[in-house]
């Protein structure tokens, strides 16, 4: 009889995610971000969107430093601490059991004269929105977050709160299913959106948005 050794996972892609750990330089720092696919799943691993969204800021093309930045679904926290690497003044925001693994990452990550430039908070799309300021914040970043139909209509209301006219909102998605195009759908009736970048590699789109001024013809 053949040995079969059991191999928990197989593909390159998803043995990654079993990894304790994924490390990264971005805005001239050594990153090692905490992983725990076991205990906490998605919210415990840095995806690709993630990784892209970090190279996208690198770029240059949108202004950080000095930014008031709120990250959505922060996950590990890889983008937030980039952001406030860069001079960002950013709230790093996930739902409630992803609260003591993100800190500890962000925590880890950050230089003691950066630390103060990050905030580890609780946000769960949709709810408690009023402990955040109304159109408070200069940029939203989301990673990877458009992938659970049930949260879209809470999802855009959070970034409908979230943002002024001004307010620029970066989402870096990996479109898996048709059912993720139906998101960016419901955000353009009252956001423009923009593709601005796409990295074939990893199969990740960056899209900008703003808010669309009211409409006057109804
Ligand atoms: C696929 S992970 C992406 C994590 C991280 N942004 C990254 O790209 O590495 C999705 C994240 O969205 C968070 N999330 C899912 N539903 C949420 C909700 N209703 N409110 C807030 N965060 C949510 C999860 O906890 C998780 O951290």
Redesign the pocket.
């Known amino acids: 009889m053949a040995l079969v050794p059991y191999v928990e996972n197989p593909l390159p892609i998803l043995s990654k995610l079993n990894n304790s750990s994924a490390n990264f330089r971005f805005a001239n720092h050594d990153l090692h971000l905490a992983q725990d696919w076991k205990k906490l799943g998605?919210?415990a691993?840095?995806?690709d969107?993630?990784v892209v969204?970090c190279m996208y800021l690198e770029m240059g093309i949108l202004e950080v430093k000095g930014r008031g930045v709120i990250?959505?679904?922060?996950?590990?926290g890889?983008?937030g601490i980039v952001a406030a690497l860069m001079g960002a003044k950013v709230t790093i925001?996930?739902?409630e059991?992803?609260m003591d693994f993100l800190s500890a990452n962000v925590k880890a990550n950050l230089p003691p004269d950066s630390l103060g430039s990050a905030v580890v908070s609780e946000?769960?799309?949709?709810e408690g929105l009023e402990r955040y300021p109304a159109g408070g914040f200069d940029l939203v970043l989301?990673?990877?977050?458009v992938?659970?139909e049930d949260?879209f209509v809470?999802?855009l209301q959070t970034l409908e709160h979230l943002c002024s006219d001004a307010t620029v909102v970066l989402l870096?998605c990996k479109i898996r299913y048709k059912r993720d195009t139906n998101f960016l759908s419901m955000l353009k009736q009252r956001f423009r959106v923009e593709e601005v970048y796409y990295e074939k590699q990893r199969d990740i789109h960056v899209y900008k948005s703003w808010k669309l001024p009211p409409r006057t013809d109804l």
């Open positions: 998605v919210a691993v840095v995806w969107a993630a969204m990250e959505l679904g922060a996950g590990t890889l983008v925001t996930d739902r059991p992803a946000l769960t799309w949709g989301g990673a990877d977050i992938y659970l949260t809470p999802l870096a």
